[in-house]
DNA sequence: CTCTTTTACGTAAACGTTTACGTAGAGTGG
DNA sequence: CCACTCTACGTAAACGTTTACGTAAAAGAG
């Protein structure tokens, strides 16, 4: 058994709330017990019992991450940059993957909860009335990432979706496109669905360029296959247009995987810009153009902002916007 | 502040060593009372603090993981399977990411010392002595994810990278290929790179095929970019060669992107056979051909082994060699 | 030198559980 | 009806800390 804080006491010939002190730092020591009891611990290779501290403080020095799954790569970056945040601030994550169900997410924070978690980050989904509830009881600070809540008061971080959106399509349009389509996400996901569309409209839409509902599919989701069954509507439907909006860059990937199996040149015959950034962005081929999101950063700042509200004890702190930014790479090209 | 078995154990007119025996199934209350508690905690919506249990069991339900950087594409599928079995079987899972560093990694040992998890999953890195030897006198079981040591007696699990290696070479060779060239990783790394070489050397010999230090490139890691720089080497410094064996997924992809970028046709003018099969490796252009390893079930299968030892008190468990397998796809052509 | 303040501790309660032990009452066998 | 065994509890200690409170000695003020 490891040793506590009595075996060092002991050998120290002092109390253990003198021991208490020094390893807290709390007045009420002299400088010689000081060294006495620093060199015993280090002689035993004594280390507090995080877990005793915790009962006593109230505090775990640990943050649960909520995602809906674990496979999008999304969720790489993300937690990447809520790891190394949480790390910097001596605290720890346990991770859930939800697989967006909602019995499994209440299962979680149930857990969570008797884990006397410090606060929790929520990425991707919706938060659920029912989520809302339980944790408002757990009585813990919590951020969204990546999506946001019109119906609860919960500071998030995100990108301006629709911005992004009309800065993509602009950007596509500034390339002296004209006929330009989209693939988007379902149109009922408020969060990263409707935004994104509303963006690509309303750029259309401010070029003076009319806008028909045969140059947009609606898939189901963010993924490959999306892309890839997106691509053949949307050629098949529309084939006079000359770019394409990806509302992920997992869409642009199934539309570039359907170009290729079909000889359709990207970018000569149609160009392509895809939503995220994701690292394998780049080892696409053609290399991915893209309107990124600072996914590392967002991850950080979704965990300083958790820990501003820890330590403050404020229930709420600032929205947080991050820039997007359109990374120019190789898949859309000036229309001749 | 949430309810206490106190509080439940007043409301309920019974002492609170009852209330503990209801909600741990001990032996010692009647039916009557068993009702009549349950109904409290219902009501008042009572849930037990684990970390009290944690302090008087000993146990946290909670294992750590370590990983080298939580960016490599095959910790997504790592992770998912060791959480996905971690959370079947009533524990969370805490990620660490050490960045490969020594130092940053005895940290992250000593935070989850302080913690008391009850395990460790050691992923895709050489554990030191020094890791080793911490460990140890935690007391706590631990396995090895996608490694091996040789110096220490850990379980792990992992593919049998040289037999892998060896198919991946030998199918080359039964497309009809006889000049085969292989990126490799670092050629010192015991783990990823040394087997991997192995085997490719194995299978040529065991084929009758001369080989030749010309036809492999010792790159320094497993990412696009030596993927990038070793195929531009390899083309330059044996031009002959009609088919490449790549260590990674990711030098495969840069791979195909060097060949794309210079008009090298895939697979027409070489065949790449790539390994690890991450999920995007269909999502290649073309689709990518490579040696699988199960990464989900590698991770479950960690993680049972690091509960069957939790149960059974053992220090060791058997090591587990999952099979690997080819997977067909479009980036390797018979030879003509 | 005396009185007060400060410093440097020690003692013990508290955090929320589990569990060994004790005990009163019910049930059982003869 | 007695002796015994169960059953169904309650009491209190323990897990490893932190911290409020008490106190003796040292330091400082006059």
Redesign the interface.
Known sequence: M?YTIKDVAKKAGVSIATVSRVLNNQPGFSEKTKKKVQHVIEEL?Y??????R??INNK?H?IGVLFPE??S?L???F??GI??MA?ELGS??????TEADGEKTMK?L???????IDGIIFVSAILKEEYYNYIR???IPMVLLSTESYAYPVPYVKVNDQHAAYSATKYLLNKGHNKIGMISGSKDDLIAGKPRIMGFKMALKDSGIAFTEDNIIYSKGFG?QDGLDGMEKLMKQSPEISAIFAASD?IA??A??FA?QHGIKIPDDVSIIGYDNL??A??????LTTVGQPLIKMGKTAASMLFEMLESGNVFVENRILPHEILERETVREKR
């Open positions: 490891a290779g280390e507090p019992n995080a877990v005793a915790g009962l775990t640990t674990l496979s790569m969720v790489t970056d937690l990447n790891e190394t790390h720890s994550v346990i991770v859930c993957h979680y149930q857990l969570l909860n008797e884990k006397r009881k757990m009585g490959f997992e990937f199934g570039l995987s290729y690292s394998i780049e080892m696409a081929i053609p290399p």
